[in-house]
């Protein structure tokens, strides 16, 4: 009797405790229940902290197309010793290669490129010259960098100044100057007398080269010529007479007007074997009644006879 007791007595603990165990299971994960509901915002605000600041770091830190100025854009230096400026224009393979990718923002892409300005630093108090090293540095709109999502890299280069054309400051600077400008001014009569203003048939108008060639220097240093032709322009003089029909006018002979006038030729610009490789011309600068007024006009202006 007693054993048989125990026995149930033994069931009876054991089922307890497995009651006891289930009712502990049951009250853990009410606890963790509650602990999730507690909690679960400030997760949900913590993990979406995370998810936009990786948004935020990726969108503009790492997925970034990557823009090199120095490969985008070919600097050039370009003018003479005497007035040189700093250039860029779009490299032509990256042109090409940014249109072949069909992207959608091509176009504004372009633009922006095209809108970048190219700003040189000048570190002496003149004019850039052969040897000389540049600072450049491009200027860009960052909003719009931003917005295309472009990392911009490479804004600031050094440029070495090389292959500048020398102005003409001295006669002696280049060879046979008196040739050159006559055959400068031999070329203008020629185009004068092509002119459809000159008529061949009733030479209405008469050009003549004038001989002495003048030069000085200009207030940079430049040299300055002036050659002369002669103008004589005729019209016809017609006299109004009275008929049976009324008036007509008849031709009564032709009247000239004579002019001199100052071409300049100016800007002369030397390689560097010395040929002159550009120059400058201006026709009609100055009107005299006389060739001997204009050359006393070029005494008083302090021009030089060329020989």
């Known amino acids: 009797m007693n054993k048989r007791n125990n026995i149930e007595n033994n069931h009876n603990n054991e089922q307890n405790h ?12 009410h606890d963790k229940k509650k602990f999730l509901l507690k909690w679960n915002p400030k997760i949900l ?24 100025f120095s490969k ?34 091509f176009q504004r892409k372009l633009d922006f490129l095209n809108s970048v300005k190219i700003i040189p630093e000048y570190h002496v108090d003149r004019p850039f010259k052969n040897g000389d ?23 600031k280069l050094k440029i070495k100044i090389e292959g500048l054309q020398k102005v003409v400051k001295n006669i002696n600077e280049a060879e046979d ?7 400068i001014s031999q070329n203008t009569l020629e185009k004068l007398y092509d002119s459809p203003a000159v008529d061949a048939d009733s030479k209405l108008i008469e050009y003549k080269l004038l001989p002495n060639i003048y ?62 490789t550009s120059y400058r011309e201006d026709l009609f600068v100055k009107a005299y009644s006389s060739f001997e007024e204009a050359e006393e006009a070029m005494r008083e202006l302090g021009y030089n006879l060329l020989y």
């Open 18 to 29: 497995v009651n006891e165990q289930s009712q502990q299971s049951l009250n853990n994960a």
């Open 45 to 68: 605000f913590g993990i979406a902290v995370v998810v936009l600041g990786l948004y935020y770091v990726g969108a503009n830190y790492i997925f970034l197309e990557n823009v090199d």
């Open 72 to 105: 985008v854009y070919t600097v050039r230096v370009e003018g003479d010793s005497e007035g040189a400026f700093i250039s860029r224009t779009i490299n032509t393979n990256y042109y090409s290669k940014l249109k072949e990718k069909k992207d959608k923002k």
């Open 133 to 155: 090293i540049a600072d450049v540095e491009f200027k860009y709109d960052k909003k719009m960098a931003k917005k295309l999502k472009i990392r911009i890299r490479n804004t």
């Open 177 to 183: 100057l008196k040739g050159f400008i006559t055959k």
């Open 215 to 276: 030069y000085k220097q200009d207030n940079n240093g430049h040299l300055v010529f002036k050659y002369f032709i002669s103008s004589n322009s005729k019209h016809l003089i017609k006299e109004k007479q009275k008929t049976s029909q009324g008036f007509k006018y008849i031709n009564k002979g032709k009247a000239g007007i004579s002019n001199v006038y100052a071409m300049e030729v100016k800007d002369l610009v030397l390689d560097k074997n010395s040929n002159i």
